[in-house]
C-alpha cells in the first residue's frame, strides 16, 4: 500500500470504529423514491416535481441553452436571471436581489465581501457549513457566540474594539430546527450599528406564508438586515441568493469572488425557482399543509414543535440513529441521520422534514417509530 493509501485507509477505519461513515445510495435519489414516504428531502412544498416549475424549466432551456456560459459579469446574465431576482424580492419584500449559483456560494459570498480584519464577525454556534467556511475565508476576527443567547451576544458587540460588525444566524435551524429571535436580534444589531446577516434556507416557503421569517418579523425593510437563501430546498430547483438594498447588491457585483469568479446559474434552474417564487405566493395552502405535518410528526414522536418543517428527534447513539433511519427505511420510510460532525450540539439525530402534499397518517406512524426506534434497546427489532 502506498502512503496515501495507508493514510486514506487509516482514516476510513477510524471513521467505520465511531458509526460515522456517511453513503450516497443511489436508494435516496428522487427517481427510486416512489412508493416511499420521503420525510428526509428539503423539498419542502413538494415543487421539485411541480410540472409548472418543469415547463418553466424546458422553456428557458429552449430559449437561453442549458448553460449560463460565463461568469455573469462577463457574459453570462440572461433575462431568466433578472427575473428570478425580481421574483425572489418580491416574494420576500427585499428591496434587491442577487442570485448565486448556489446557496454555498452565496453564504460565502457575502461574508467574504463585508469581511476585513477590522470587522468582527459574530456567528452563532450553529449556524451551516457555509458560514462557517464564509467566516473562515473572510479575513475577519471571528467570535462565536453560544447558540440563539441574545445576551452574550449583546455583550460581544458591546465590548468589540473593531469598529464594524457583522452578525450571523439561521432563522430557521438546519439540524435542530429551532428560530432566532429575529426581532430582538435585528434590534440589537441596529443598536450597535452592526449587519445582521440571516440564513433563510430552511425559512423562505416556510416560515411567515412562505414569505420567511425576516418578512414575518417585520424586517424586510430593514437595510442592516442582509438575508441568504437557497433555491434548493422549499423552491425545488438549485441556486442561491442574497437579498438586501440595492447598494448591497452593487457591493457584492463588485467583491464577491464566488459571485464574479462563478458561472451564472443554470438557466432552467432560475425559471424553475422564479415559478417556485410565483406558485408559493398564489398558494398559501401549500404552506399551510407543511405545518399540519409538522404538528403531526412533532405531537407523535413526543417532541417540541419546531417552528419550520424539521422536526428533530434525539437518538441514544450514533449507531443507534443509524439502525432506526435504516429500520424505518426497510418500512418504507426515509428519514434523516444525522451524526456527529453534522449536530451541532454533539446529539446524534433523526430528522423528519414536514412536507406539503405527504400522507399525514403515514407522517405520524413514522414519527411514531423513529421516536420508539432511536431509544437504545428499543430498536430495531420491533
Ligand atoms: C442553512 C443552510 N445554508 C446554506 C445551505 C447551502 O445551500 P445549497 O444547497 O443551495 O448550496 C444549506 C443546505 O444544505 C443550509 O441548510
Known sequence: MTAVETWLTAAHDDRLRAGLTRRTDVRRHPKSRAGLLDLASNDYLGLSADPRLRAAAIRAVEEYGTGAGASRVVTGTAGCHAELEAELARLTGRPACLVFSTGYAAN????????????????????????????????????????????????????????????????????????????????????????????????????????????????????????TATLSKALGTQGGAVLGTPLLREHLVNTARTFIFDTGLAPAA?????????????????????????????????????????????????????????????EGILVGCFRPPSVPDGV??????????????????AARLAARWSRAGAAVSV
Open 108 to 227: 460565502i459570498g457575502v461574508l467574504t465581501a463585508l469581511g476585513s480584519p477590522d470587522t468582527l464577525l459574530i456567528s452563532d454556534a450553529h449556524v451551516h457549513a457555509s458560514l462557517i467556511d464564509g467566516a473562515r475565508l473572510s479575513r475577519s476576527p471571528v467570535e462565536i457566540c453560544p447558540h440563539n443567547d441574545l445576551a452574550a451576544l449583546e455583550r460581544l458587540l458591546r465590548d468589540r474594539v473593531q469598529p464594524r460588525a457583522v452578525v450571523v444566524v439561521e432563522s430557521i435551524y438546519s439540524v435542530l430546527g429551532d428560530a432566532t429571535d429575529l426581532r430582538r436580534a435585528a434590534a440589537l444589531c441596529a443598536e450597535y450599528d452592526a449587519f445582521l446577516v440571516v440564513d433563510e434556507a430552511h425559512g423562505i416557503g416556510v416560515a411567515g406564508q412562505g414569505r420567511g421569517l425576516v418578512h414575518a418579523a417585520g424586517l424586510a425593510d430593514a437595510p442592516h438586515v442582509i438575508v
Open 348 to 365: 446524534s439525530r433523526l430528522r423528519l422534514v414536514a412536507r406539503a402534499g405527504v400522507d399525514v397518517e403515514g407522517a405520524e406512524r
Open 270 to 330: 432560475a425559471a424553475g425557482a422564479a415559478e417556485a417564487c410565483r406558485i408559493i405566493a398564489a398558494e398559501p395552502g401549500r404552506v399551510a399543509a407543511l405545518h399540519e405535518v409538522a404538528s403531526v410528526i412533532a405531537g407523535a414522536a413526543g417532541v417540541p414543535l419546531a417552528p419550520g418543517a424539521v422536526q428533530s428527534i434525539p437518538a441514544d447513539s450514533a449507531d443507534q440513529a443509524v439502525a432506526a433511519a435504516d429500520r424505518l427505511h426497510e
